[in-house]
């Protein structure tokens, strides 16, 4: 019996991650395109507005601070998960709200700008309190599981929503899209609270653990913890880096396809489907086996050197126009990033501690979204030079290839001088945690 309950309760926390994917999807493909073609909104401005969670991630450090040391209702975690789901959907409703009923409004811009503020406040909070729980909760074999199966069940949320969001808005309608919005908040909000309620553990560890991190400002625990460890500082690298080497084509590969290999919309289109397969499989296989049998550090390199792998074998499709190698190279880099997503993300699991969960998680979360937000905007930068200064498109992609190549070098580079034992933060739970444990 108790296996089971810790089974439902488990998969109850799947339950965050899948409404956390539906509110992604809803702003990032179906608004973004409404604004866009709809409504007529630059795409630059659009751009800037989807990319506000991105933009205000460092405020996960003052977020997963306080979710460390102060508690609401004698929790840490779970009434800020359902404080964050909260916040995300007003933040949604109230933007939607204002860009349906209030065109041409003089303070529209500013109040859509104030609501995407908030979604994005909302995501940061509610996504980095989860990942703080989860630390709290899985230790061992179980992390590199938990990490990878939430994941793959965002991805799952994300794909589904999809589905569903495009069938109930093939026509645009502004009252069916503000009745979508509320209902998608709604469900998200919903999840998360069955999600989160009674998932938090309540032992004198964790109590001890509070008052510790209570005990420090944020100024001094940003300092002490963060900005004066070496091996925070390095992970944080390792992780932008992958993130700009593994992303930085993320808007590319497609038009890669059609304007270098001749490929038509169906073809280019058809080319997530290999790539997202590959990463699922990847992240399953990583959290079940390979990080148990090969440790999380050489799952994550061996992701890595695969990413690098496959973006020189793209260059050399591009070059040599073989649409067969480009396609089975989407796989193949699907794969990569797969195996490397789940190797950070048991590591970032790993590198936290009971009383820095927050935190750190606060940290791995600021540099896994600037990695993604710098290489969408450096890709698209470095195509439109080097095709300004060549006239090649080949060579304006392929240069976009040749940049992610350097960072993952760099990155798998850094994975050699990871050393989480001589972390602070661990010398501060050493010193901290085990007397509590043993009262």
């Known amino acids: 019996m108790k296996h089971t309950l810790r089974f439902l309760n488990h998969f109850r926390l799947a339950l965050f991650v899948f409404g956390y994917g539906l509110l992604g999807v809803l702003v990032a493909s179906t608004l973004n395109r409404i604004m866009i073609a709809e409504l007529g909104y630059p795409a630059s401005l659009v751009g ?10 460092p405020i996960r450090l003052w977020l997963g601070y306080r979710s460390d040391g102060f508690t609401i209702f004698g929790r840490r975690r779970e009434p800020y998960i359902v ?4 916040l995300a959907g007003l933040g949604l409703a109230a933007t939607v709200l204002m860009i349906v009923n209030s065109a041409g409004a003089p303070w529209l811009m500013a109040g859509t700008l104030l609501g995407f503020t908030l979604f994005g406040l909302g995501r940061n909070l509610g996504h980095n309190s989860f990942e703080a729980l989860l630390a709290d909760i899985f230790t061992g074999d179980a992390r590199p599981r938990a990490a990878t199966l939430y994941e793959v069940a965002a991805l799952l949320g994300s794909v589904m929503g999809g589905g569903l969001l495009g069938r109930a808005l093939e026509t645009y309608d502004p009252g069916r899209l503000v009745a979508v919005t509320l ?3 709604t469900v998200a909000f919903g999840l998360s609270l069955l999600a989160a309620l009674g998932q938090e553990p309540r032992t004198v560890v964790t109590r001890v653990a509070t008052e510790k991190a209570r005990g420090a400002s944020f100024r001094a625990a940003v300092r002490d913890v963060v900005l004066a460890d070496p091996q925070v500082r390095l992970f944080f690298s390792l992780v932008f880096f992958t993130f700009i080497g593994t992303l930085a084509q993320d808007a590319l590969l497609e038009p890669y396809g059609a304007l270098v290999l001749n ?9 997530t489907v290999p790539w997202g397969l590959g990463v699922m499989a990847a992240m399953l296989l990583s959290g079940l ?7 999380y550090l050489n799952v994550m390199r061996a992701g890595i050197a695969a ?18 190698l480009f396609r089975n190279l989407i796989l193949f880099m699907g794969l990569g990033t797969g195996l490397a997503g789940a190797g950070m993300l048991t590591g970032a699991l790993n590198f936290t501690t009971t009383i820095r969960a927050g935190l750190l998680m606060g940290v791995w979360g600021m540099a896994n979204l600037l990695g993604k937000a710098a290489g969408n905007v450096i890709g698209g930068g470095v195509v439109d030079v080097v095709q300004l200064l060549t006239g090649s498109r080949l060579a304006a992609y392929s240069a976009v290839f040749a940049l992610e190549i350097v960072m993952l070098a760099a990155a798998f580079g850094l994975s050699f001088r990871l050393n989480v034992a001589a972390s602070r933060a661990e010398q501060e739970a050493r010193q901290t945690l085990p007397a509590t444990a043993a009262d």
């Open 48 to 57: 800037l507005l989807i990319a506000i969670p991105y933009l205000i991630s």
């Open 183 to 185: 209902g998608t908040a």
């Open 83 to 86: 404080l964050g789901a909260l």
């Open 289 to 295: 086996v390979l990080i148990k049998w090969f440790g």
């Open 307 to 324: 990413s690098l792998a496959a973006f020189a074998g793209i260059i050399f499709a591009g070059a040599t126009g073989d649409v067969g």
């Open 263 to 271: 490929m038509d919309v169906g073809q280019t289109t058809r080319l």
